[in-house]
């Protein structure tokens, strides 16, 4: 039996967001769909980069927390939701991540998993002949093919 490839388990319909969009537009998107990370495209609908919560959290992390609770909490607690506030301003293509893997249509399954072992991500970008996004495959849909391959032994 044929191994099965990236495209026979991707997700066609990806969930993307631009390059220009906002954290905070980012962060709606993410909470909303209930994911954790998406690709991100430019203008053309072109792979640019991908950006997760992770990368939100990580540069947010120099925000002053945690603190024990006292007056100056209070004080520094303004100051914190203000810096929040322009932080999620800041535009998506400032803090993704643009040397990412990817993997191609027709790329098998066992080297998708490869790359997402080696490289220790959670989902990776499944791009065309024209490196165009056709697709995402998640941990989950690696392990949905995991079930349906042994339902059918």
């Known amino acids: 039996m044929a191994e099965l490839l990236a495209k026979n388990i991707m997700t066609k319909k990806a969930i993307t967001i631009n390059k220009n969009a906002t ?7 993410l909470i909303k769909n209930r994911i954790s990370g998406v690709p991100v495209v430019d203008e053309k609908g072109e792979l640019a980069g991908i950006i997760t919560e992770a990368d939100i ?10 603190l024990s609770f006292s007056y100056t909490f209070l004080e520094k607690f303004e ?12 535009r998506v293509e400032e ?3 643009i040397n990412i893997k990817v993997a191609t249509e027709d790329m098998p399954i066992s080297k998708v998993v490869n790359i997402m072992i080696n490289n220790d991500i959670n989902r990776l970008p499944v791009v065309d002949d024209n490196n165009k996004l056709s697709g995402i495959i998640s941990r989950a849909d690696i392990i949905k093919s995991m079930i349906a391959e042994n339902k059918k032994k």
Do not use: H, Q, R
């Open 23 to 29: 954290l905070a537009e980012l962060s709606e998107l």
């Open 79 to 90: 100051s914190y939701t203000k810096s929040t506030k322009e932080y999620f301003k800041t």
């Open 57 to 66: 959290i990580v540069k947010e992390s120099s925000l002053p927390f945690p």
């Open 95 to 97: 803090i993704m991540t």
